[in-house]
């Protein structure tokens, strides 16, 4: 089954530490960008982080540049956000995403053809 299942959400403390995982299934995984995006409660879904297949490339969205990393484990068909000094506006579903391609990536809805369920993360004291 083609299907990208995240986990690692949950309520952390402003200035707090959360790593997401996204777990990728039923396709070749180092033949796609992965990005990731959010959407925080009566927004659009905005872009957060995007890498290339092999983890050279990335890109961030300036809210969570320094804040944020994106990494990726092509033997485990994993992509990863980790996310450290969280305020209360990191508050969102985050999802994972597949790109259309290996090697192009970056903030665009439509440059991505699958998405995750989403998980939850909430910066609350």
């Known amino acids: 089954q083609v299907q990208l299942v995240e986990s690692g959400g949950g309520l952390v403390q402003p200035g707090g530490s959360l790593r997401l995982s996204c777990a990728a299934s039923?396709?070749?995984?180092?033949?796609?960008?992965m990005g990731w995006f959010r959407r925080a409660p009566g927004k659009e879904r905005e872009f957060v982080a995007s890498?290339?297949?092999?983890?050279?490339?990335?890109n961030y969205a300036d809210s969570v540049k320094g804040r944020f990393t994106i990494s990726r484990d092509n033997a485990k068909n994993t992509v990863y956000l980790q996310m450290n000094s969280l305020k209360p506006e990191d508050t969102a579903v985050y999802y994972c995403?597949?790109?259309?391609?290996?090697?192009?990536?970056?903030?665009?809805?439509?440059?991505?053809?699958?998405w995750g369920q989403g998980t939850q993360v909430t910066v609350s004291s």
């Open positions: 995403a597949r790109g259309k391609q290996a090697v192009a990536h970056g903030p665009a809805l439509n440059e991505y053809n699958l």
């Open positions: 039923g396709f070749t995984f180092n033949n796609h960008a």
């Open positions: 890498t290339d297949w092999s983890a050279i490339s990335t």
